[in-house]
């Protein structure tokens, strides 16, 4: 009898671990069965949430370290490009312009490296609102990054949506957007960057300033 009741409390014991257990795995285990993180994160350069909603930053700071490997041309200097998620970018940019007093709409278009944003706007000083939503682009995307903008919503608003749909590698994109710049440099530009850059972020030494005027 005694034996029984000893192998009865085993099971018991054993049953109760098991359950457990599988406490413990819907702990770790969303619904749908993926493993999730202790943060939850997705490993974007800008997460979807904070696209979303931008006026509710996240409990977390955002913290990389790179050091300069002793090896010659082993950091990999394009590796910003892959990482760099375009559409969460514009997502960004134009929210953040749409925000701002006297924009009502706008639209963000995010080469390699050149943002074109076209905005509709009742301001009554052009160039004061076209500083505000280039800076507002700059502050989003690394420095290097050249920032045009125009007011001029009804007829480019249309041609930045067409050019979102070509393959930003070929000749004929690159081509096109070099082209739009050039209509949208005769919108305000807002003031110059600092005495060493224009107002568009565009150094003495740049190849694409010849290029663009």
Do not use: W
């Not at 990999?76 to 969460?88: G, I, K, N, P, S």
Request: aromatic share 4%; proline share 2%.
């Amino acid at each position: 009898m005694k034996k029984l009741l000893t192998i009865l409390g085993l099971c018991a014991i054993t049953a109760m671990s098991g359950c457990s257990k599988d406490s413990g795995s819907r702990d770790v285990y969303e619904e749908s069965g993926n493993t999730i993180n202790v943060n939850n994160k997705r490993h974007e350069l800008y997460n979807e949430g904070a696209a979303q909603d931008l006026r509710n930053p996240s409990t977390d700071y955002g913290f990389v370290r790179h050091q300069k490997s002793p090896v010659m041309n082993d950091n990999e200097a394009d590796d910003h490009y892959a990482a760099l998620d375009r559409e969460q970018v514009a997502n960004i940019i134009s929210k953040l312009s749409t925000s701002m007093a006297n924009v009502n709409d706008a639209a963000a278009l995010v080469t390699d490296q050149e943002v074109l944003v076209v905005y509709n706007t009742d301001t009554k000083d052009r160039n004061f609102t076209a500083d505000q939503v280039k800076r507002t682009a700059m502050s989003v995307v690394p420095r290097f990054y050249h920032v045009y903008v125009s007011d001029d919503d009804d007829t480019l608003m249309r041609e930045l949506e067409n050019l979102a749909h070509l393959d930003s590698g070929s000749a004929q994109a690159k081509d096109q957007v070099a082209l739009l710049i050039k209509r949208m440099l005769k919108s305000p530009q807002g003031n110059p960057v600092d005495t060493n850059e224009d107002a568009n972020g565009r150094t003495a030494d740049d190849n694409t300033t010849n290029k663009l005027k």
